[in-house]
Nanobody, 123 residues
Framework: VQLQASGGGLVQAGGSLRLSCACS????????MGWFRQAPGKEREFVAA????????RLAESVEGRFTISRSYAASTMYLQMNTLKPEDTAVYYC?????????????????WGQGTEVTVSS
């Protein structure tokens, strides 16, 4: 397994969760990484991405101001701090490694995917 996501769970609206994604250095040390989510009956959507060295990030408009993405370059680990969670944030969250080093948002730009971690936000 090259990417392993963790940290999901059940939380009340307004609460916080921190997702982690552990990746092998061979796969992720020089590559951008990202988070995507997929709610039941919906397509997978972009949430956040970070460049290979953490110097550049991008967030989906729906999570700006509430979520923060970061990474530990040395450990090739990526994090997603999710605050002020809403019921519409409920989904399976996937981490992924991109083909290149720059931030990208399209799923087709990512070639390695983790297994997903489930986040449920109750109202």
């Amino acid at each position: 397994v090259q990417l392993q996501a963790s940290g999901g769970g059940l939380v009340q609206a307004g609460g916080s969760l921190r997702l982690s994604c552990a990746c092998s250095r061979r796969t992720c040390s020089n590559n951008a990484m990202g988070w995507f989510r997929q709610a039941p009956g919906k397509e997978r959507e972009f949430v956040a991405a970070v460049s290979w060295n953490g110097g550049s990030t991008r967030l989906a408009e729906s999570v700006e101001g509430r979520f923060t993405i970061s990474r530990s370059y040395a450990a090739s680990t990526m994090y997603l701090q999710m605050n002020t969670l809403k019921p519409e944030d409920t989904a399976v969250y996937y981490c992924a490694a991109a083909r290149g080093s720059a931030v990208v948002t399209a799923t087709s730009s990512y070639n390695y995917w983790g297994q997903g971690t489930e986040v449920t936000v109750s109202s």
